[in-house]
């Protein structure tokens, strides 16, 4: 028997930036739940579009005169209101209501209807893709610039920790903290006037070259591991469409004064992977050069090279780019898409293709978990949430409350 929705409701809320973002609620059988939107800065080519034309405004607006045309239907399953969503914005990209006014009414559906049969997002996920729920392993932007940052800051986006082998969530998020604050002794005794900015996601953003970034992180961690005797390990998001200035045909790396082809590039990063045993780099390349990820990816066989501008949270696209050897992990921004339904064919795709799905939140960020029950319940070994910052620690949290609720020692592991 289906489930009554019965109620839809939205309204503008701010985002971590100060932007403006839309929250939903929805009930379902007299089970409310809400959900709001993430923003993107370093947007991929191919998402869907975040919002109708006139914004966030004019997506509370389509809500409230298209969307509640839906109450009163009966949902068929989980995730039966993703497909009465995209057949009334009839756009293949979403551009009527928006992805984000999409993704958070899909959400909170999801949520709402799980919570009618007694379940949490995570576990009603798990369920439906039958995954045993467990824990991602945490990884951790600790520095930033691009996008994310002001002028001076690094070229390359984000650096990141990882706790590989950490025990439980609480330790995971503990050893990133310890690491976290050794970097920012180790930045001040480099930058004795720096004052410990932060970009975006909750990362210093340092006036700093990327190499000596990397090797103030790589030191962080390598004490960390000796302290806690937990490895750490480091990875990059280089997030390349922004690097890439295609005017000059050249990643543009001014802190450092390298103006370098696709190629050299590649050689850059192999020697930055060395030197610094790198385990993750996401985006190396602009998402319109996918045989330099290939190139990489052949060069850096144990690493993870991950795609997200490149493959936009769509199976298709994840299969695709598995498949010829560019990537072996994707990820997976539910926003990207638009919908529960497609983000778990996303996963899926990882899945069933061998690679690791690192769930993510979006650089503007709400206090909204959400992210953390898909990755739990859909399978994703890793979690790039952020560390520092209300927005980001909501994340972790919700990961340790689902730690208590699954029990401990339930973590999964950077592998393929
Ligand atoms: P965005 O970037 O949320 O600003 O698009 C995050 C990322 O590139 O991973
Ligand atoms: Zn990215």
Redesign the pocket.
Known sequence: MGKRLERVAARVVFDSRGDKTVEVEVTVEGHTARAAAPS????GKREVVPFPEGGPEEAVRVVRDKVVRLSGVELEGLVAFDRLLTDLDGTPNLSSIGGNTAIALSVACATAYAASEGKRLYEALSELVNEVPALPLPLSNVLGGG??AGPGAPEI??FLLIPLGAKTMKQAVEVNVVAYRKLGRLLQRELPDFPLGKGDEGGYAPPIGNRKALELVRAAADETSDETGVEVGVGL?V?GSNVFDPRSNRYALRSEGLYLTGPEFKEYLVDLADEFKLVYI??PFSEDSPELYADLQRDLRSVFVCG?DLVVTRAELIEHQVGRGAIRAA?IKPNQVGTVSLTVDAVRACTAHGAVAVA?H??GETTDAYISQIAVGLGCKVI?CGLIGGERVAKLNELIRIEEEIGAGKIRRLTA
């Open positions: 993107g800065k370093s947007r996008a994310h986006q984000e998001d997030a996401e985006d997200d990820i993510s979006r650089s790039k």
